[in-house]
């Protein structure tokens, strides 16, 4: 079976920086994907990692344990805009498999 | 062109009708995805086409027919539908990778609503 759980909700404050966690328990593992989406917009990519440790893209960083089936997703210098629902996914097959995702973690921005 | 576009935005249909969602990408992308989220729900996996052949059915009902005409373009083919199939489809594709998951792009998705 596929089993990825993400926190509900966080809230921050613009500046600041937030950790989003997600563990996951699934039947195969060949990626892990972060996604942003935005209340009725369409899910818009941020992140991979296959391998352990952290990848770092602008004001975005992923990190990867394999051996503990976890990962974050590391936002700064938070902006308003940030607020979103960020999703967790892992690929389990390799090349075009579907994507599980998490339940999604609602991110709230306050100033 | 770094987009993957979907008509209609929005599709309002009933029980009886028939009717097909469109989705195109011109990124070279060999795989293309169906994907159904239920409001506060994530993405859930429909059906993927990887080089135009349906290669995963996550044992869709038959009143959901996917078609892929050609590379860039992929339907979804709508028919007696049922009020708790209105969601947002989404359609994603991504450009082959050896080994590891394809990083998949998404359109912005049609919303439909079944009366």
């Known amino acids: 079976g596929q089993n990825i759980d993400q926190p509900t909700e966080m809230t921050a404050t613009e500046g600041a920086i937030v950790q989003i966690n997600c563990t996951y328990q699934t039947s195969g593992f060949n990626g892990l994907f972060w996604y942003q989406q935005h209340a009725g917009e369409a899910p818009t990519f941020l992140s991979y990692?296959?391998?352990?440790g952290l990848e770092e893209k602008g004001r975005f960083s992923s990190f990867l344990s394999r051996s503990k089936g976890y990962s974050y997703l590391l936002l700064k210098e938070l902006q308003m805009k940030d607020s979103a629902s960020y999703l967790c996914a892992v690929g389990s097959g390799g090349g075009a498999d579907g994507l599980t995702f998490g339940k999604g973690t609602h991110l709230i921005i306050q100033p | 062109d770094t987009e993957v576009t979907q008509t209609p935005k929005h599709l309002v249909m009933g029980m009886t009708n028939k009717k097909s969602l469109k989705c195109e990408q011109h990124m070279g992308h060999r795989a293309m995805y169906w994907y159904k989220q239920k409001a506060k729900k994530p993405p859930e996996l429909m059906f993927v086409?990887?080089?135009?052949?349906?290669?995963i059915n996550e044992s869709v009902p038959s009143r959901f027919s996917p078609e892929c005409p050609n590379s860039s373009l992929l339907n979804l083919h709508l028919h007696a539908l049922q009020p708790e199939d209105s969601a947002l489809y989404l359609c994603?594709?991504?450009?082959?990778?050896?080994?590891?998951?394809?990083?998949?792009?998404f359109g912005p998705g049609t919303r439909l609503t079944v009366l």
């Open positions: 990692n296959v391998l352990d």
């Open positions: 086409y990887s080089y135009e052949k349906l290669s």
């Open positions: 994603a594709s991504s450009h082959p990778s050896a080994g590891t998951t394809d990083t998949q792009y």
